[in-house]
T-cell receptor, first 113, second 113 residues
């Protein structure tokens, strides 16, 4: 597609509920990133994929967070047993090389109540 | 650890005035550097990027940035600000040895009519 697409745009989850956030990257982009952005903060790295391989998951805050990209295109970020501190905007980005920078989707705003 | 510093949390300028947003990076070798803009409720849009060559880079929307190795800086500039430039601006660096991008905490720009 023309840009990175994320769905849903907004998600309200009750504490303890599992959620799944979807990212559709720019067609042909090898690299895919997930970032978490708390209110008033810059994006914080969560995880990185090169095609279907998850090469870096050092930013995932706990084992409740899981990401996958099984066919090297669409990616899903799953959060199990959501907690209030998980409330944030989750941004997905794709890239065709380090020098080009990353192109971001509009994000999914997750609110845990 | 690598980091990106944006010293100014908020900046207010009058429409038509010049603008400079500061950014300092921590990595010593030539880094990959980027500026992004984020409007409320939106994802991040890439304004410009630098990885080598001419230290003054031009971007979209009339923005430019200058890489100064001696000062570890990559400041964003615009000669004449428009009301539509009001947004949050993030400086980012490509992290050494990985593919992830490290972001600063952002500078919120307010434009007075």
């Amino acid at each position: 597609g023309a840009g990175v697409s994320q769905s849903p745009r907004y998600k309200v989850a009750k504490r303890g509920q599992d959620v799944a956030l979807r990212c559709d990257p720019i067609s042909g982009h090898v690299s895919l990133f997930w970032y978490q952005q708390a209110l008033g903060q810059g994006p914080e790295f969560l995880t990185y994929f090169q095609n279907e391989a998850q090469l870096d998951k050092s930013g995932l805050p706990s084992d409740r967070f899981f990401a996958e990209r099984p066919e090297g295109s669409v990616s899903t970020l799953k959060i199990q047993r959501t907690q209030q501190e998980d409330s944030a905007v989750y941004l997905c980005a794709s890239s065709n090389g380090r020098k080009g920078g990353a192109f971001f989707g509009q994000g999914t705003r997750l609110t845990v109540v | 650890a690598q980091s990106v510093t944006q010293p100014d949390i908020h900046i207010t300028v009058s429409e038509g005035a010049s603008l400079e947003l500061r950014c300092n990076y921590s990595y010593g070798a030539t880094p990959y550097l980027f500026w992004y803009v984020q409007s409320p409720g939106q994802g991040l849009q890439l304004l410009l990027k630098y990885f080598s060559g001419d230290t003054l880079v031009q971007g979209i929307k009339g923005f430019e940035a200058e890489f100064k190795r001696s000062q570890s800086s990559f400041n964003l500039r615009k000669p004449s600000v428009h009301w539509s430039d009001a947004a949050e601006y993030f400086c980012a660096q490509g992290a050494s040895g990985t593919y992830k991008y490290i972001f600063g905490t952002g500078t919120r720009l307010k434009v007075l009519a």
